[in-house]
Each structure stands twice: as C-alpha cells, then as structure tokens.
C-alpha cells in the first residue's frame, strides 16, 4: 500500500456458505418430538435431511446462507459486494446465483459439477419466530482455495466471513488465504462467530485470530460471547473480549446491542416490531446496517442503530433476505 | 353404480400442472419495459424462461399450479385429496412432490427422468397485488394417460381439472379420458376455465363438453366467462352459459362472485382483506372454498361465501399455497 494505491472497488467482499433455506412453521411440541434444540443450528447428512424434509410441513425456498444473506442487506443499502461461495451445478444452485446476482452482488464462483447438491438449510419457525435451522452442507463445503482471487479481496475495503464456514476443511483454508490476502493489502477483516456450537468446535483457532489481531471487526451474540471467552457473565466477557479487536459488536436479541470500539462502548435498544414473524437472519442483517453505517464512517452508535433497524425488518417476514428498500428505511429511520 | 357401491375414499381427485412458483415483485414500468401482458398467464420456452429469470429481482419459490393450489386448499379444510401431474426427476420436482405430500394429499405420479425438467411460473408481483405468469411447462405437459388410475377416479366424489392443462397433447387425452371414468363412474366433473386466452386456443373443446353435459361444476371469472361464450354483457354470457351446467360459479375479483344452479342464483360480495399482497391463486383458492362446502352440503350462498374466505386469504400473502388454517378461518366465519 502507497500512496498511489486506488480506492478499493468493492465495499465488502463475502465468503461464506451457499444456502438456499427451505422454511416452514412448526408446532414447539413438534419441534421436540422430531428431538431438534429449539434456536440451534446443526449439521445434518444426506439420510437425515431426507428423514427430517419428509416430516416437514409444506414450505417455501428462500435463498439464504450467513454472510450471503448479509451481503444481500448491504447490496440493498447500496453497498458494492462481491460473494464468494461454492454452488453444485443444480436447480437449487441456480436459485443461489439467482438470487445473489440480482441483488446486484459479483458472483463468480463456478457451480461445482456432480455430487453433492447444492446446500440447504431446513429451517423450522416456532410460532414466537424462533428459528431452528438444521443444514445440510453438500456442495458448499468443498469451495477450493482456488475459488479466491486474492485480487478481488485486495480491492475490497472489508473482507467479511462467517464462522459457520470454520466446520468444512477446504472452506476454512480458503478463509485463512483470504484473511492472509486482505491484511496483506490493508484492509480490515470482520468476522461472525455464527454459532457457539462451532465455537466450541473451532474456539481455539477463533481465538489465535483474534489474539493474532487479524480480525477488526467481530460481531457476536451473547451466547457466542460466553462460549468464546468462556465467562458466563455479560460484562465480564465483553471486557475480556473487546481489547482484542478494533471493534467488537454483540447482539443480544429483544435486548438490543453493545459495541466497545477503541474503549469506547455504545448501545442500542432492540427496534419495535408489530410482530416477529421469523427471526432467521436477524444476525446476518444486523451486521449488514452495521457494516453500511462503518462504511460510510457514521459513529459507533449511529452503526448499532443501523444494524437494529435492518434487523428488525428481516424479523418481521419469512426469509432472511431483506424485502423491504433497506436503503430507504435507513433513510427515514437514521438520516 | 348400485346400492351395494361404497362411498368413494376421496372427497376430489385433481390433474393439474405440477408447477412450482418463482414469485418476485416487480414495478407496473418494468413490467411493461419486458413486454409482459399485465395479469396474464403467458407460455414461455426454455430461452423465454432463462431470459425472463435473468430480468427477476431476488425470488422466492413456493409450490403451485392451478389444480394443485385448490387441492391444497382443500387439504387444509379437511377434505381427503388426491392429485395427479408430471413433475421431473429433479430437485424443483421434489419441492412440488414434498409440498403436496405434505398437506396431506395423495400424489403417487412417478417423477420423469431426463429432460425437460419439472414445470415453473414466473410470477412477477405488482405493487398492487396484481400477479403476471410466465409458466415454463416443462416435464408437466408429458403427463401421460397411463398415469391415471381409473379406479383412483372413480373414488372419489368429484373430478377437478384445470383448463390450462388442456395445451399440450398428453395431458390433454389424458384428462378426456378421466372425464369418462369419473362419469362413469357417476361421479361430478368440476372444470375450471384459468385463462382467457386457453379459451381461445380450446373453446371448442369445451363448449363441446359443457354441452355434452359432462361437466357438472363451472368455475369462470369474467374475462373467461366473455371468452367462452362470446358474450361481452356479463349477465347475457351468465344466462347463455348457466342452463348448460349444473352449477355455474364465476368469480368477479374485487366486485365478488356469482353463482347459478338450477336456475337459482346466489352472490357474495368478496371478503374484505387489510392489504392485497399477490393475487396469485385467488380463484384456485376460491375453488377450493366452494367445493368443501359443496361436499359438506352447504347452500349455494354458503359455498360461495366459503370460496370468498379462502380467496381472501390466499390475496393477504406471497404464494398461493394457504398459510392460515383455512379449516378454523372457516369455522370462525361461516359457522
């Protein structure tokens, strides 16, 4: 990096999962029969996601995915993103290039011939909105090391990943290479804890990239806080936690959201909704407003109020992907 | 028939499309910048559909087809369904074959290998609800004779045929031949028109059915009604078409709906509903309404209120698959 080095292209590039979510209501007492954990995520099979589709109500497909559904937030707000994911070669995978296309996201990835299919998510909706996602990785765990070009993520001002990536071995290099590539031509990386599950399967690696300084900017829940820092308590693990990054964010659902950035902490109040309809992608929307906000250099509070603001919209319908003109929300509700 | 025959098992056996939606919402300008025909239903080739694809926003893909819609509606009241379509041996097949297996419906039609895959509609919604389909027929038009089973026909109260199926060849015979089995049988014939312009390709083929008596339940909206019997004067087309069925149902959108059996006449005024999302699947919806109550015994007045409910629900949200419990919204408004 000198002087004469160009504006990145690109606000975010994105690397994560490539999902299409397969979504229908459930009874709780269903949801326990069928022995799902109610509000989890969990990696399921081929024979499984047979067995579980088959005891499925009827549903909708929606395209979905962590960091794919936050890029779709941040293309809606106007931000220029590019995605990276692994698609196979199937009606599914069209769906996903579909669908993150005409969001008007680069998608180059090259479907992936043959088995397995493309990934999907079955999601099951409690009544209150409470989303239970079981996943069914396929396709989307063999994107190669190949699939990046160092390039593009050199020419974006951010490099955004989701932990839920960390499971699958080829992904999880490629992230590595990407991260390597977006420090190497200064730029920042933001990275989502996803799920405390894969933290307690990936934790130490986490943590050695974090304690490494190669993450700016970190969003978490407050379950993810607690299993990442291991301290049960809120505000001790915030403490732990926040010297280690640039900018730390946790969500905390009806309870709004903190950040603590260079020592300074700011908060916000959960957005109202008229009802919660289905809360998948609630994170992945709230890192959309927060990164648009940081982009276009609004204060810490000014980007937790835009992440709550995208989150509660995403809450407020089925799918993780926006339908409302978050651009002009935005507008209305932030200035 | 004879005193000795049972009761048939199904209340309606159905042959529709099998087709699944790809629904995304569109402005009246795009609309016409693409060349589509607000409000219609239009057949599209393989290039149409990839070009068209192309042109969609960020979609969503929910089950449909016109006879299929209305078994589904059907299901959620309660009553005991069978459906019979080509869907592919693919993954859009399975989402079709799932979402009908689902609400409860028997669907036993053996998916069809190789190419063409399985049918979709490319539904672009306009602000104000209004629904243009682009239908991609796909491996539904090789529905073939041998897929009905005759026995299944004659089980069941009522025949349901959707007149879109009447454009490809197959399907076409094959559904010529379900009327003789179900009329054998002693069994109702209940037809729904779908589109003026398969009227204009099929009008012959109908009128000659409606007057070989072999339809006994009518569905039309207005245009459709104007189409067949050339009458532009809605109560000259009601009064030319009515003494040719047993019941003639025809649906008016916002101004209600009208129906005639036996030279009785019955109206309902459309169910008011807070905001009209998409109307995709108002009158298959309808249809279904209407012949619950006409199964269950209800007056004519009451059959079409029933149809009313069921339409405003299917309008108030995106897809034509109902999201309510159709069976407790009828309970609570028609008693």
Redesign the interface.
Known sequence: MNAATPAPSFDVVGIGNAIVDVM?PIEDDALVALGMARGGMTLIDTGQARQL??A????????GGSAANTL?GLASLGAKCAFIGQVAD???GE?FA???R??GIQFDVTARAGDP?TARCLIFVSPDGQRTMNTYLGASQFLPAEALDPALIADAKILYLEGYLWDPEEPRAAMKQAITAARGAGREVAFTLSDAFVIARHGDDFRALIDAGQIQVLFANEHELAALTGCEDFDTGLAALAPKVATLVVTRSERGAVAVSGGKHAYVQAEPVDQVVDTTGAGDMFAAGFLHARVGGRSLADCLKAGAICAAEIISHY?A?PEADLKALLAEKLG
Chains 1, 2 share one sequence.
Do not use: K
């Open positions: 229908a589709y088959e499925m109500g009827p549903a909708r497909e929606i395209s779709a199937d009606q599914l769906v579909h669908d993150i005409a969001t299919p799918g992907r």
